[in-house]
């Protein structure tokens, strides 16, 4: 334990914010409004209780991005995750790096950018996945 960390420069930074209600109203990210995102690629859980949703991503900026849902509860951290369920976006990460293997994909990188300053334009937890080719090949 090291208590006077919460002191240093910058300890407030990482705290979580509480969701408004109008992000609670309107993420297309929640359970019930699947239709508000394209098509799913992958799931993890049957369609009436998903855990992890993969969908492609509306505005990659690589050669092939997708999103991966982490939760169909609304939480905006992957710290916030439950480890059932950090679980499953890890089934979900192994299940389309194979997927994308079978197509041709070279490499795939998973990463997470949380909050606005990151680059995140949705608070609900999610991560993305960048398919890319090798050029050597």
């Given at each position: 334990?090291?208590?006077?960390?919460?002191?240093?420069?910058?300890?407030?930074?990482?705290?979580?914010?509480?969701?408004?209600?109008?992000?609670?109203?309107?993420?297309?990210?929640?359970?019930?409004?699947?239709?508000?995102?394209?098509?799913?690629?992958?799931?993890?859980?049957?369609?009436?209780?998903?855990?992890?949703?993969?969908?492609?991503?509306?505005?990659?900026?690589?050669?092939?991005?997708e999103?991966?849902?982490?939760?169909?509860?609304?939480?905006?951290?992957?710290?916030?995750?439950?480890?059932?369920?950090?679980?499953?976006?890890?089934e979900?990460?192994?299940?389309?790096?194979?997927?994308?293997?079978?197509?041709?994909?070279?490499?795939?990188?998973?990463?997470?950018?949380?909050?606005?300053?990151?680059?995140?334009?949705?608070?609900?937890?999610?991560?993305?996945?960048?398919?890319?080719?090798?050029?050597?090949?």
């Amino acid at each position: 334990m090291a208590p006077n960390r919460r002191r240093r420069p910058g300890a407030a930074a990482g705290l979580i914010e509480e969701a408004t209600e109008a992000e609670l109203a309107e993420c297309p990210f929640c359970a019930g409004r699947e239709d508000r995102t394209p098509p799913e690629s992958f799931r993890v859980g049957d369609v009436a209780a998903w855990t992890v949703r993969v969908v492609p991503n509306l505005y990659p900026a690589f050669e092939r991005q997708e999103v991966v849902v982490h939760s169909p509860r609304h939480v905006r951290s992957f710290a916030e995750l439950r480890d059932d369920e950090v679980a499953a976006v890890a089934e979900a990460w192994q299940a389309r790096r194979d997927a994308a293997r079978g197509e041709g994909f070279d490499y795939v990188h998973a990463l997470i950018n949380e909050g606005a300053a990151a680059g995140s334009s949705l608070p609900h937890s999610h991560s993305q996945l960048v398919l890319l080719h090798d050029p050597q090949k």
